[in-house]
């Protein structure tokens, strides 16, 4: 299965439509951008494929990992968006069996939450505030 490649100037549709075929047929996609501009547009994208995706009865979630990708000889660090669906997913009826095994078979861990305790506040705190 072929990357997803996002750029700065990538319609979010288009993008959104590609992601949810991939996860239509593959239920996996990964999706890859490099600068703050593709991101955007990639997160985006990914927000859309979601609701079309929800239309079908899947859900699905995202992890993101830096990569290091080499273009023109140059090593530059990437964001992958790793698209799954979602452990719990209930499939539906009209779903073609092999993609509703592989739903089913699909097993994620989920990590335990902990709760994070609030940050201590320990600056000095002055009865006037300064005038600028």
């Not at 239309?55 to 968006?81: C, H, P, W």
Request: proline fraction near 5%; hydrophobic fraction near 45%.
């Amino acid at each position: 299965m072929d990357i997803i490649k996002v750029k700065a100037n990538s319609r979010t549709a288009a993008v959104a439509g590609a992601i949810a075929g991939v996860m239509r047929e593959h239920k996996h996609a990964e999706v890859q951008a490099i600068g703050a501009g593709a991101v955007n547009q990639a997160v985006k994208a990914l927000v859309l494929a979601k609701g079309y995706l929800a239309e079908d009865g899947l859900t699905v979630s995202f992890t993101a990992e830096f990569v290091d990708v080499t273009i023109e000889e140059k090593v530059r660090t990437a964001i992958k968006l790793i698209v799954d669906v979602k452990a719990g997913t209930t499939v539906p009826d009209d779903m073609p069996k092999h993609v509703s095994e592989h739903v089913s078979n699909t097993a994620v861990s989920t990590p335990e939450m902990t709760e994070i305790p609030p940050m201590e506040d320990n600056r000095q705190r002055s009865e006037t505030l300064p005038s600028f």
